[in-house]
Every structure is written in C-alpha cells, then in structure tokens.
C-alpha cells in the first residue's frame, strides 16, 4: 500500500524545469527563493493567493489529490489547511504573519518534509513593481533530516518553482498552466 505522502514525494524528487535559486544548502537545511514579476497590483494578487488556492495548487501537491480541499485562513495561527475524506486533514503551513498585499509568512515542513525532525519558515512578500507586483518567495527549512538537506534543497525548489509558476499563469490569465507558445 502506497503511503498517502508518496504523491507529493514522487512531485518533489522528479526534476521539474521551472527551478529558481537555492540560496543555501547545508547538511542541517536549506533556503530557496523564487523572485517573480506578476501582472497585476499587490492587492489582487494577494487575493489570489489567499482567497483562491484551491484554483491554481497543483492537484498532485496534495494528499487529497484535490487542490479544492486547500484553504488559507491569512490571520496569526491561521492554517494552510487541507480538508481529507472522513473528516480528516491536514496542516501543511501555520500562518505567522499577514500583511494583506504585502506579505504572508508561515511556518512548518511541507509535504514530505513535515514528517522530519524540521520546521520552516515560507516569507511571500510583495511589492508595487512596474506594470504589477514583484512576488518574493523564500523558503527555509533547517533540523534533523536523515543523511542531510542537501538532498532536499532542488527538489523543494522545483517543486515550489512549478507551483507559483501555475499560481502567476492563474493571475495572469486566469488558468493556472500556462499555455504553449504557436
């Protein structure tokens, strides 16, 4: 029997193309960023992350395969959240701090990392940019993981690079892949 994290180890280990920058890897953590320019103003694209997740995370990134069932509550202590069949769920992230169209920042180990000895900390900040909203994101995760997070450092960062590639494709288009070039 398959665990229920197997869908989301299979996403993180397959090398996805869209990878942005690990800032640091070390054997005890890691930091990856992703810096993007998104057309359209702080507010709204704050909106979007917050108020719409379940309409640009990738299916296959949850256990429920069903990024419907994902919420964020964007309040101090509020959860990004994950509702399972038989009224079971998941946290992925608990939010620290929100600023609505300028920063939300949670914490905790996403994915398969939230079974390790590991906590992090995701910072999205945003910023009036010419023509929309510069979107930083930035994810540090550091504690005890087996045979080092050096291992862990690309695969995070393609994985957190294909998902706000499809949360940029949703705001700007309003579907979360981004259609191929004629």
Request: glycine fraction near 12%; aromatic fraction near 8%.
């Amino acid at each position: 029997m398959k665990s229920p994290a197997w869908p989301l180890l299979c996403c993180l280990v397959v090398p996805v193309l869209l990878s942005a920058e690990v800032v640091d890897s070390a054997s005890n953590g890691f930091t990856v960023r992703h810096v993007l320019t998104i057309q359209a103003p702080p507010e709204t694209v704050y909106q979007k992350l917050v108020k719409n997740v379940g309409e640009w995370w990738s299916s296959s990134h949850s256990f429920s395969h069903d990024a419907h069932n994902l919420s964020i509550d964007d309040k101090p202590g509020g959860c990004f959240c994950e509702k399972l069949p038989n009224g079971g769920g998941v946290q992925h992230l608990q939010v620290a701090f929100a600023s609505p169209g300028q920063a939300l920042m949670m914490r905790g180990g996403m994915g398969p990392l939230m079974g390790l000895g590991v906590t992090g900390g995701l910072e999205i900040s945003l910023a009036p940019a010419a023509g929309g909203t510069k979107f930083t994101v930035t994810y540090s995760v550091g504690g005890y993981i087996p045979r080092g997070a050096e291992a862990w450092a690309r695969p995070v960062d393609g994985m957190l690079a294909e998902t706000f590639a499809r949360f940029k494709s949703y705001v700007e288009t309003g579907v979360p892949e981004a259609k191929a070039a004629k």
